[in-house]
């Protein structure tokens, strides 16, 4: 199947699950839409959030793409279930793995997860956690100042380590945690920085892997593999500054072939009715 996977993002966070979903599946085609210029989605009403969402993905559609990739914890937490039961291509987001993926690490049972206000407020990771182990203990925090810090292009220094520091400092103080869902697709970004903060006790846990293990296994099960040998080339878009989008891509994808993608603005059709 040559059709395109499509991937949706409040803004540059969602190139961490890019990365991997070409590390993991090289010879399928990516074309990823991320809303810099809306960007933050966490501090936005539920009803906001949907609304970009839809917008999002109407353009992906246009661009009749086999699969969606909903690489946003906030938009996860407020539209997966719109988006599976009005779409008739396959839908995953990104925080079913990531509460997989804490449960299988953690060893006391001690579980900490920071995201945006959004993630955090409709309480999706505690849900998706509990459902699976019921007798979990959870501290989830939001920490608004990380994605507008990300979006920056401040990732490390003195900075960084100071923002980081304010916000987990109450998480810091639940000895217990020895594992921290990075709850946004922008941390991972921060991710050496998160690390130096809360010790190498602690394990980080990112949903990005075990989503791209999730996208390969839907698409073999639905036989929708690109089996071609030609390596194809990406389309990213982004909806603001195209230049820093451009930094910061290149500092996600250091070690891959920039060649191989394609970055354009997009316009995005204001959404007519309401899905």
């Known amino acids: 199947m040559k059709r395109a996977i499509g991937v949706i993002d409040s803004g540059v ?3 961490t699950v890019v990365s991997e979903l070409m590390r993991q599946l090289p010879k399928e085609k990516l074309i990823y839409v991320g809303d810099t210029a809306r960007c933050p989605y ?26 969606l990739v909903v690489a946003c914890n906030t938009a996860t937490a407020f539209t997966l279930d719109s988006l599976k039961k009005h779409l008739s291509i396959p839908v995953i987001g990104v925080i079913q793995p990531g509460a997989r993926a804490a449960i ?60 980081v520091k304010e916000a987990l400092l109450p998480m810091m103080k639940q000895k217990q945690m020895d594992t921290l869902i990075l709850g946004c697709t922008h941390y ?18 990112s949903s990005s892997e075990e989503t791209a293990r999730e996208t390969s296994t839907i698409l073999e099960m639905q036989h929708l593999l690109n089996h071609t040998e030609v390596f194809p080339i990406h389309q990213f878009y982004t ?13 996600i994808f250091k070690e891959r072939n920039l060649q191989m993608i394609t970055i354009k603005k997009a316009v995005l059709h204001q959404m007519q009715d309401s899905k």
């Not at 966490?42 to 699969?67: A, H």
């Not at 991972?188 to 846990?205: C, D, E």
């Open 13 to 15: 966070g969602g190139l």
């Open 42 to 67: 966490g501090p936005r009403s539920k009803e906001e959030v949907q609304q970009f969402t839809w917008e999002m993905v109407d353009f992906l559609l246009e661009k009749d793409i086999k699969m």
């Open 104 to 163: 299988k690490f953690t060893k006391n049972n001690c579980i900490g997860i920071i995201g945006t206000e959004g993630t955090i407020r409709s309480h999706a990771y505690t849900d998706a956690l509990k459902n699976i182990k019921a007798e979990l203990d959870i501290y989830a925090k939001a920490c608004p100042m990380f994605v507008p810090m990300v979006e920056q292009g401040i990732m490390e220094g003195p900075k960084a380590i100071q923002v």
């Open 188 to 205: 991972p970004l921060l991710k050496s920085t998160i690390q130096s903060v809360v010790g190498t006790n602690v394990t980080l846990i």
């Open 239 to 251: 909806t603001g500054d195209l230049e820093m989008f451009m930094q910061i891509s290149e500092r």
